[in-house]
């Protein structure tokens, strides 16, 4: 303590400063690198469940055409009755 007492003022003013900047580039740093893995995780769930999404609209889709295609081919059959 007694050598940090004998130190300028200006170097006593130095040293905490340096640490605060030290400590703002580091969190700076590491926020970025997280910010940077989080965006990379963001785009990888994306694609994935677009597909996915797509996926189960194509299947709701073709489920929707069947049960059409179902629907007329009744209609047809009960067209052939009432023409008999």
Do not use: H, W
């Amino acid at each position: 303590m007694r050598k940090f007492n004998n130190l300028r003022f200006i170097t006593k003013i130095c040293i905490p400063v340096s640490i605060m900047i030290v400590i703002a580039v580091s969190l700076v740093t590491y926020a970025r690198s997280q910010m940077t893995g989080l965006a990379s995780d963001m785009r990888t769930i994306v694609d994935v469940e677009a597909a996915r999404l797509e996926s189960v609209l194509k299947v709701g889709l073709n489920i929707n055409e069947a049960a059409v295609q179902i629907r007329n081919m009744i209609v047809d059959e009960r067209r052939g009755e009432i023409d008999k």
